[in-house]
Nanobody, 121 residues
């Protein structure tokens, strides 16, 4: 079974940047579509970004488009989420996931435990 472990969260001032990492165990990482989600306090979890197994294609939720980049390193079994121009409303627990399909509302096969991102104003 694949395990996903996120890191890189923390406290950052508005306008700042963070890079989140998600390390995966198991042999299936390089064949998997990977994604990032986030859940803010009192809100439902929402999709953030996804990247194909090769890393050649990606897409983003509108609220973060232009402010984040998803990427992956299959040799390191790691997927990244680089975020910039952070806003207080970006405060959330960010989780990576193995997706079951490519599309705007993908299913999830596995979740990481999440990493907290807090943006101060």
């Amino acid at each position: 079974q694949v395990q996903l472990v996120e890191s890189g969260g923390g406290l950052v001032q508005a306008g700042g940047s963070l890079r989140l990492s998600c390390a995966a165990s198991g042999r299936t990482f390089s064949a998997s579509i990977m994604g990032w989600f986030r859940q803010a306090p009192g809100k439902e979890r929402e999709f953030v970004a996804a990247v194909t197994s090769s890393g050649r294609n990606d897409y983003y939720t509108d609220s973060l488009k232009g402010r984040c980049t998803i990427s992956r390193d299959n040799a390191k079994n790691t997927v990244y989420l680089q975020m910039s121009s952070l806003k207080p409303e970006d405060t959330a627990v960010y989780s990576c996931a193995i997706l079951t399909a490519w599309g705007p509302s993908p299913g999830v096969a596995s979740w990481g435990q999440g990493t907290q991102v807090t943006v101060s104003s």
